[in-house]
């Protein structure tokens, strides 16, 4: 239980309502205002997570406060499943085990990640988690036929309300139901080498399948982004720090140890190596697939004093960065209270996170991506795009000149605080400039994440279309 209390104390020290932990926890809010307002979301989803984000607004009222209440919210739901998890299956923990309490500490560890992340994989999985223990239970009963259907029937509505929260559990549930049916193979032959080296082979396959076939049902076109992988344990150092590399693997060599199913040891393993863009997909996936494998650990003396010391490391990195985990808020809030108080753009450009930031504050009309063919149909009349811009100053703007010595940037380029405000006619302008001239050192500042060049991918476009 210390975890529990340990974890939350630790945010509320490093994160504030002002400072909010997650890089997508402003979405939730846009997506809920538009639902009060209009009764319809901002962008089109499925996801049920953003009719309780609507609710704690009509609660507590539209703030960053309300938001912070949602991440606590998701945070407990999600725990409090783990435990209903352990409870319903006694595959996962002996009826002595859980009557001492002994419940694994590293469940709360990935916990905490998911809830404030990726709110939307936390519901699901809270629920797919509990679809999961009742699976096990109906993989276990081998003589009563109605507790098996009635097993069976739990899981699968379980199983189907992780989807509504989020469709990644639609594969999950696919990969997770043929895992443990192979686990129980296992289990019956005592961890026979010959079984295991087969297994093993095979889900391995199985994971690739779904990496090639079954993620672009989900994702839909969205794995082809990036295809230069590193090895995982690097970026996940280079991004998420040393504490997340000790905790997946100590989990990995847990599972080893304590022999409970060679299923999660597999696609832990497979893990390890490249198939995604670590920062985005595959991340995503190894923290729910972390979070199942934590459930299944035994809260031993081990187990709790690796927590802790794990807990503390967490604790070291995030004061020394906390951006790892969240954006510069603060400097959003900063560069927001910059703009011209007549200003009323028909489309503003922004990185990811300072997007959502704006719509959220201003309600303009904001897009993370190059401004395509649709974007630019749907501009209001005689209204302009603007973009903000990082990594340049002021004076490297105002001092472009394009061969025949014409100033590129003709609209006034406005400061704030660390980003500038451009006119995005220039600013395209000043792009192909800088092409033609090879200027390699600007265009790798122009062609990066915080100033966006790429246009919206087709899977996001798709989602449009389908509401229509």
């Given amino acids: 239980m210390l975890g529990l209390f340990l974890l939350p104390g630790i945010f509320l020290l490093l994160f504030s309502a002002e400072n909010l932990p997650g890089k997508d926890i402003y979405w939730y809010g846009v997506q809920a205002k538009s639902l009060i307002s209009t009764g319809q979301l901002h962008s089109p989803d499925l996801s049920f997570v953003f009719r309780i984000v609507e609710l704690i607004f009509r609660i507590f009222g539209e703030s960053e406060r309300s938001l912070f209440i ?3 919210l998701t945070y407990f739901f999600l725990i409090s499943c783990g435990f209903l998890t352990i409870r319903f299956s006694k595959t996962i923990l002996s009826d002595e085990e859980i009557d001492r309490g002994n419940f694994p500490f590293f469940l709360f560890l990935s916990g ?42 739990l899981s699968l509505f379980l199983i189907g309300i992780s989807v509504l929260a989020h469709s990644v559990f639609l594969i999950f549930g696919i990969v997770f139901g043929l895992g443990f049916f192979l686990d129980k193979i ?14 093993t082979f095979v889900l391995v396959i199985l994971f690739y399948i779904a990496r090639i076939y079954i993620f672009n ?7 082809e982004a990036a295809n230069n992988f590193d090895v995982p344990l690097l970026d996940a150092h280079r991004i998420y720090g040393i504490a997340f590399v000790l905790e997946w693997v100590l989990i990995f060599l847990f599972l080893i140890l304590e022999r409970k199913s060679v299923f999660l040891i597999c696609i832990l393993g497979a893990l390890l190596l490249p198939w995604a863009s670590f920062a985005d997909l595959q991340f995503r996936i190894l923290l729910s697939i972390l979070w199942i494998s934590e459930l299944f650990l035994r809260g031993s003396q081990k187990a709790y004093i690796s927590g802790i010391l794990i807990c503390f490391i967490w604790f070291l990195g995030i004061k020394s960065d906390s951006n790892k985990f969240s954006h510069d808020y603060p400097g959003f809030r900063k560069a927001v209270e910059g703009f011209p108080k007549k200003f009323e753009p028909g489309l503003l450009i922004a990185h990811h996170g300072f997007c959502e930031f704006i719509k959220f504050y201003k309600e303009y009309d904001c897009l993370s991506w190059k401004p395509d063919d649709k974007a630019i149909n749907e501009l209001p009349k005689n209204s302009e795009v603007y973009r903000i811009v990082k990594d340049f100053s002021y004076r490297e703007l105002d001092s472009a000149f394009d061969p025949k010595g014409k100033r590129i940037f003709k609209a006034p380029i406005i400061s704030l605080d660390n980003y500038l405000l451009v006119n995005e006619t220039d600013w395209d302008y000043f792009h192909s400039i800088k ?34």
């Fill in 112 to 153: 905490i990640w998911i809830s404030f992340l990726y709110p939307k994989q936390a519901w699901g999985l809270g629920f797919f988690s509990i679809g999961i223990s009742f699976y096990l239970r109906f993989l276990m009963d081998h003589k009563n036929i109605y507790k098996k259907s009635k097993y069976l029937i």
């Fill in 70 to 72: 949602f991440g606590f």
């Fill in 186 to 199: 296992v289990q019956k032959n005592s961890w026979k080498i010959l079984n295991i080296t087969s297994i």
């Fill in 217 to 223: 049902f989900t994702f839909g076109g969205r794995i």
């Fill in 435 to 468: 092409k033609q001239e090879r200027d390699e050192e600007s265009l790798s500042r122009i062609e990066s994440w915080v100033n966006p060049f790429r246009e919206r991918p087709k899977f996001i476009l798709k989602k449009y279309e389908g509401s229509k």
